[in-house]
């Protein structure tokens, strides 16, 4: 079984950032894709971004291209998410997620696990 924790979640003013941080447990965790999504209140949960088991393919939702960024650091069963230049409409509840595929996917029904969420807030 493999349990996700995400952190660094907070309130921050326009055009700050953030970083979130998912915990993953297990051996499963550093060889697959994981990824980031969000869910605004009142709306569907939505893909922000992606990342394969060897990091080197990171797809992105269009609307956070060039702001965000996401990494992993393996060897701590670790998933970052790199928030800059945040924007009002990036408030939402943010779950780190993770898939028993090595290559990433930006449909939330590829994904096996979840974490519980971490609230961002922007204000402006």
């Known amino acids: 079984q493999v349990h996700l924790a995400e952190s660094g979640g907070g309130l921050v003013q326009a055009g700050g950032s953030l970083r979130l941080s998912c915990a993953g447990s297990?051996?499963?965790?550093?060889?697959?894709?994981a990824g980031w999504f969000r869910q605004a209140p009142g709306k569907e949960r939505e893909f922000v971004a992606a990342?394969?088991?060897?990091?080197?393919?990171?797809p992105y939702a269009t609307s956070v291209k060039d702001r965000f960024t996401i990494s992993r650091d393996s060897a701590r069963n670790m998933v970052y998410l790199q928030m800059d230049s945040l924007k009002p409409e990036d408030t939402a509840v943010y779950f780190c997620?993770?898939?028993?595929?090595?290559?990433?996917?930006?449909?939330?029904?590829?994904?096996?696990?979840w974490g519980q969420g971490t609230q961002v807030t922007v204000s402006s």
């Open positions: 997620a993770m898939r028993t595929q090595t290559w990433p996917s930006s449909r939330k029904e590829d994904f096996d696990y």
């Open positions: 297990g051996e499963t965790f550093r060889s697959n894709a």
């Open positions: 990342i394969s088991s060897s990091a080197r393919i990171t």
